[in-house]
Each structure stands twice: as structure tokens, then as C-alpha cells.
């Protein structure tokens, strides 16, 4: 289990905000909340009332908690030996151990939102071939909480 922190800044707008690109290295499911934990944070354009400069900045250390309401769908593609794709359904625990221990990562590349839902595209990363996988993951969400700290001045977009 993740120790509590305390952040400084919790966002509910993500329309000054972005995971593209980032990596979350630890997946964690309590209470019905899902949380994604960010190493290297994610970005924060300048339209944010916390961002001093004109540039899209990275966050330090984060989280991303979903309140999910809902089954959370994960979709993983493969190529078999006959170089086809194929869709796997992972579960949710399965995710997780996948990340939470097997040195692996997510990586949001797309986030598509509806009003109670998140369709999250992305990559899961590891150390062996073929390096990675393509996934999906569908997250009913009635709350979405970002929490940061502070801003990374120097790691622009």
C-alpha cells in the first residue's frame, strides 16, 4: 500500500493539464479509488493559476485518483506468431501486478473523456521484447483528483 501523502495542489480540471507522455510506475486500488502514481509527474500548461511561466512545465511527484463507479475495462494488443494482432481483456488486478511487480510502466498516450468515463490509451512498458504493448483502459469515473506538488521549471514540453 502507497504511503498517504500530503500535495500541496488538487486539481479537478483537466483542461489545464495533461498525461501525455507520462509514466505512471505504480498502480494502486483502495476504497474505490484508482490511483496512478507519476515518478516524473505530469505537464501543466500555463493556463494553470499555479504556473509562472508561458511554457507547458512537468509536475514533480504525482497522483491521479479515479473514483470508479463501475467495472474498469483493459485491453492489451499483442502480435501472435503469425504477426496478427490480438485483443486481450486483462483485469484490473492484473494490471496492477503487472506494474506493481514486474519493473514494468504505463504509458497515457491519449485521453479521451465522456462525462463519466475515460478512455485512456497508452503503452505498457517492460525491459524485455518486445519492449511493449498497446492498451486501453476504460475507467468509470464519477470524480477524477490530480495532486501535484510543484512545478518543474525546467522540464518544459
Not at 495533461?18 to 483502495?30: R, S, V
Request: proline share 2%.
Amino acid at each position: 500500500m502507497e504511503e498517504k501523502r500530503v500535495y500541496n495542489h488538487i486539481d479537478t480540471d483537466d483542461t489545464v493539464l495533461t498525461l501525455h507522455d507520462c509514466i505512471a510506475n505504480k498502480i494502486q486500488l483502495e476504497n474505490g479509488i484508482l490511483s496512478f502514481y507519476f515518478q516524473n509527474g505530469f505537464w501543466i500548461t500555463p493556463l494553470h493559476y499555479a504556473n509562472n511561466s508561458s511554457n507547458v512545465v512537468r509536475t514533480d511527484f504525482s497522483q491521479v485518483d479515479y473514483q470508479i463507479n463501475g467495472k474498469v475495462y483493459i485491453y492489451v494488443f499483442r502480435k501472435n506468431i503469425f504477426r496478427k494482432i490480438i485483443r486481450t481483456e486483462w483485469t484490473l488486478e492484473q494490471l496492477i501486478n503487472f506494474i506493481n511487480n514486474s519493473n514494468s510502466s504505463l504509458e497515457f498516450l491519449y485521453q479521451y473523456k465522456s462525462q463519466d468515463e475515460q478512455l485512456l490509451k497508452g503503452y505498457l512498458r517492460f525491459d524485455k521484447a518486445p519492449y511493449c504493448y498497446e492498451c486501453e483502459l476504460e475507467i468509470p469515473a464519477c470524480k477524477i483528483e490530480y495532486r501535484w506538488n510543484n512545478l518543474c521549471y525546467d522540464k518544459i514540453w
